[in-house]
């Protein structure tokens, strides 16, 4: 059985101007790496130095800018 799991708590804000590592971006918003994975199927843009993974804040707020919000129909 599965127990009910808290809901995560952001820990942070986001900035335009900031460049992030996946990681640091991921323990601000406090989604664990299955949460991490589906904002990068979803098409959070990430660029990659090496082997290390960045986003920018300004992709990061146009992503969730573009998301519908509750109860808005989603265009075709």
Same mark, same amino acid.
């Given at each position: 059985?599965r127990?009910?799991?808290?809901?995560?708590?952001p820990?942070?804000?986001?900035h335009?101007d900031e !460049?992030?590592?996946?990681e640091?971006? +991921? *323990?601000r918003?406090?989604? @664990?790496n299955?949460?991490?994975?589906?904002l990068? %199927?979803?098409g !959070?843009?990430?660029?990659?130095?090496? +082997? *290390?993974g960045?986003?920018l @804040?300004?992709d990061?707020?146009?992503?969730?800018? %573009?998301?519908?919000a509750?109860?808005?129909e989603?265009?075709?």
């Open positions: 059985m127990r009910n799991q808290p809901t995560p708590q820990r942070g804000s986001i335009a !460049l992030l590592p996946l640091v971006l +991921r *323990q918003f406090g989604i @664990g299955k949460g991490m994975a589906q990068r %199927r979803a !959070l843009p990430v660029r990659r130095f090496g +082997r *290390q960045y986003v @804040g300004r990061v707020l146009d992503f969730f800018g %573009r998301l519908p509750d109860g808005e989603v265009e075709p």
